[in-house]
């Protein structure tokens, strides 16, 4: 079945022409067409069921969409992860709405319910159905069976499904396929159950589970306590980060894809459905900040698991499986052409294995400000300690660093700054609770990475800090300096670094990681980075330079997608590039919403709580 609104693109709709719905242990994308073309049953990591977004051809998808319709819409509904594609025809006007169940008991095994319910809003309206699953990224072979009165039942090797649909389906190859009229007013419920039980649709089970769904995520985002100027962003970067957690274990992946490029046709193609301390730490932060604690604990018992299964040997590692596991080797699916020819795919990560001595940094951080609402306990402060001893003893070697270099080690400018963040905040926080502390060890520590900072990554004849020492090249993590308290906002090297930083790597409002590539040991450009660009808005607010500020965070915002999504990078023409949503760049817009929110309160001066 030819897909509609992907002229542009040939056989691909863009990246940015998507929105996710998902049940807190995996997501859907579905294209503004109709068609869902990446979804991995049962947990974010799991092999793909439909995965046309990286092989139109072989990787299978599910569509549902009007007829000769041309001008599709695209929307959530008020407060939730509900979405409705609108079709506008010549004759008519239908509406398809997208959603999964939320998955919130421990116990229950996930159901993984994609539910879509077809609609003849004005007129009337034929819609066209395709499911063409491929098990296991395309490996898999499987057996279709027709059930008179429930649908269909596809049955492989690595899985089964069951389709149930009062609408007649007609085997077509490898899937299935349906057309049907809908008058005005009349709805059709599609719905789809991996590993489900063989029975029959019942009337109004649909729209029960529509409104149990929508209920869960309106009583969640109600929770929040953010009253800013840009609540509908903020919300819905909120909501977008709740769908990339998996709730069994609390863990947060970094985005719900992999292998998105970060340059079509380029091999900076990465698995980013895996729980990055990093991100998970920062996206932490982000929703303490607007009042959504329940996350946060949860990742506090994921954290202090990790902690406790590290060893002295290799300690914690950058990255899990969103079951704990730090097994994630890295290898390609060379069967698979993808995302508009760019190879290679990659399951799994091979960063895995690389050492990033930021997190300590990072999770110190959202460990002090979850603590400021709700007092570790002493078994987690206990294991945290363990791990400090360890960076204690390593953190003057080279690393990754924050961007996962591929190029060769470095002692990394962000590392030792993050090195001080992780030994100031454990400081703080058994001074703040009295917890017992290697205090005269972490305080000379920390001296030491400061002057690691402003002695050797201070370069004097640009005027800047540089990405570690002896480099000439700047680094756009850097402007995270006035956020983590180790610079005033003021402080003139932070200042003539936030100017070196405006002219080399900032584009209007778009801001690249770093000046060159081919330092990082991969071939190929990227494109603009989105957290960075959000980054750049706090470093301005916190400067005081708060019209910018606001000039930049709002050009920020028109590069957001139709429903408010953002992937990780920004191309030259303006489209999505590289893993999608990302989790990064929607914490980052609600740490700069909110400050700036605060900055404009305060007659331009932002007052950090």
């Not at 009337?124 to 072979?141: I, K």
């Amino acid at each position: 079945m030819p897909r509609n609104g992907s002229v542009q693109y040939g056989r691909y709709l863009p990246i940015e022409e998507h929105a996710i719905v998902g049940d807190l242990r995996t997501v859907a994308l579905v294209g503004t067409d109709g068609t869902i073309d990446w979804f991995c049953p049962g947990r974010f990591d799991a092999p793909s069921l439909f995965a046309s977004l990286l092989d139109a051809r072989k990787g299978g998808f599910f569509s549902l969409s009007c007829r000769s319709a041309n001008r599709p819409k695209q929307l959530y509904l008020p407060d939730t992860n509900i979405l409705m594609t609108r079709f506008l025809t010549a004759e008519a006007v239908g509406e398809v709405i997208d959603f999964m169940v939320p998955e919130t008991s421990g116990s229950a095994p996930p159901r993984d319910l994609i539910v879509r319910q077809a609609r003849a809003v004005r007129g009337r309206a034929t819609f066209e159905l395709g499911c063409y699953p491929a098990f296991d990224y395309a490996r898999a072979s499987h057996e279709i069976e027709i059930v008179e009165g429930v649908g269909a039942v596809f049955t492989s090797s690595a899985g089964r499904f069951v389709l149930r649909s009062n609408v007649p389906l007609i085997h077509d190859g490898d899937g299935v396929k349906a057309t049907f009229t809908l008058d005005e007013g009349e709805t059709v419920d599609v719905v789809l159950e991996w590993q489900g039980q063989v029975h029959p649709l019942v009337p109004g089970e649909a729209d029960e589970m529509f409104l149990r769904t929508q209920e869960f995520w309106q009583k969640w985002i109600g929770q929040s306590r953010y009253r800013g100027r840009w609540r509908e962003m903020v919300h819905r970067s909120a909501l977008a980060l709740k769908l990339l957690v998996y709730h069994p274990t609390g863990a947060l992946v970094a985005a719900p894809t992999t292998s998105l490029p970060e340059g079509i046709g380029g091999v900076r193609n990465w698995d980013y459905r895996y729980a990055w301390l990093r991100d998970s730490a920062f996206t932490i932060y982000s929703l303490m900040q607007l009042g959504f604690l329940e996350e946060a604990a949860a990742f506090m018992e994921w954290l202090q698991l990790r902690c406790e299964e590290a060893t002295l040997e290799r300690d914690v590692m950058i990255m899990y499986s969103v079951d704990g596991s730090d097994k994630i080797p890295e290898h390609t699916l060379d069967h698979l052409e993808g995302y508009r020819g760019s190879r290679p795919v990659r399951i799994g990560n091979g960063a895995a294995g690389q050492r990033q001595l930021d997190v300590y940094g990072e999770i110190m951080e959202a460990v002090y400000m979850y603590n400021r609402e709700v007092p570790i306990s002493y078994d987690l402060w206990q294991t945290l300690s363990k791990r400090l001893d360890w960076l204690a003893d390593h953190w003057e070697e080279p690393d990754e660093g924050i961007w996962e270099v591929r190029g060769g080690r470095q002692r990394f400018t962000y590392s030792g700054l993050q090195t001080w963040t992780a030994f100031d905040r454990a400081l703080r926080l058994a001074r703040d609770r009295g917890l017992p502390a290697r205090s005269n060890k972490w305080q000379r520590l920390a001296a030491k990475a400061y002057r690691f900072v402003q002695q050797e990554c201070w370069d004097p004849e640009i005027g800047a800090y540089v990405m570690h020492p002896g480099s000439k090249l700047l680094d756009a993590a850097v402007l995270c300096m006035p956020m983590l308290k180790f610079s005033g906002p003021t402080d003139p090297r932070f200042l003539m670094t936030l100017d070196h930083l405006g002219k080399e790597l900032v584009s209007d409002s778009l801001v690249h990681r770093y000046a060159a590539t081919g330092h990082d040991g991969l071939e190929g450009e990227e494109g603009t980075f989105n957290l960075c660009s959000f980054w750049y808005v706090d470093a301005l607010t916190a400067a005081g330079r708060v019209k910018e500020s606001r000039m930049v965070f709002e050009k920020m915002l028109t590069y957001a997608n139709h429903v408010g999504l953002y992937a990780e990078e920004i191309g030259p023409s303006g489209e999505a590039l590289g893993n999608f949503p990302q989790a990064f760049t929607h914490l980052a817009l609600i740490s700069a919403a909110v400050n700036l929110d605060r900055a404009l309160d305060n007659n331009g001066t932002l007052v950090r709580p």
